[in-house]
């Protein structure tokens, strides 16, 4: 197991979400970024969907009780093993005594730490994914001891052959899909949507992201229907809101467009202030 030392801005465990509860209005939620959790994962050898520890903008201090091996991935956040710093996108072996500390955020927003047979915590609804009042704790607090499973790790694992590739947490145009009420846009309004730049808005978190610009929105309001991560909701003020992986299922916004899954990946790590635009996929 790691013991919580300092518990940083916010961190929680996550894995690929739990599926088969929207009907009962239980959120999908998961890792934010799937591309680099999943390659954490595929560099250490586990499965996909074993559990990481997500990291969002200044780390936690980890002390682990035991031997392993972790990899870090998505944002760079300055990770440093005992005070000596440490690569992204490497099996990194650790021994019992070591501790695990970040130091200034270099670019993105949450990085991705996996270790060796994936964290332990509890699992709910068929995922250890923490998320408000399904699961116990909601992030990992000061003092937490998180459980990981003792199994050796591989040097032969040849994760070299794993491309690396960062480049969607720079990337600012996301591509999209129309959403169901896209259409009912005039064609003026469409062009704006889709050739404007927005700026993210303070308001933005595991469930939704706001953007700062509005849109004239002459919509009516919709019956309550079917939202996902991604979905684009338009509000009757004219802001958008992009939701995310811990967002509700239902919703009676029109939903003008719906995110890719890389552009999701792409938008959880942008922060405040930070620039985006919409490319609808043909």
Known sequence: MLKVLQAG??????????FRYQEFGVPVSGVMDSYSAKRANAILGNNHNCAVMEITLSGPKLEFLKDTAICITGADISPQLNNN?????????????????????????RCYLAIVGGFQSEKVMDSRSMITNITQHFRIQKGDLVLFETKSYSKEINYKSIKLDASHIQKSVLEVYKGPEFDLLTNDEQQLLLNSDFTVA????????????????????IITSLVLPGTVQLT???KLIVLMRDC?????????????????????QKF???????KLIK
């Open 9 to 18: 801005f916010f961190s929680s465990i996550q894995d690929m979400g739990r």
């Open 85 to 109: 710093v440490i690569s992204l996108n490497t099996p990194i072996q650790i021994s019992k005594g070591d501790i695990l500390s970040f130091n200034k955020l270099q670019y993105g927003c």
């Open 202 to 221: 303070p308001e933005n978190s595991r469930m939704a992201y706001q953007l700062q610009e509005t849109l004239d929105n002459k919509l009516k309001p």
């Open 236 to 238: 009757p003020s004219g």
């Open 248 to 268: 509700q299922t239902s919703g009676g916004y029109p939903r003008v467009l719906q995110l890719s899954e890389l552009a999701i990946n792409t938008l959880a």
């Open 272 to 278: 405040t202030n930070d620039k985006i635009g919409f």
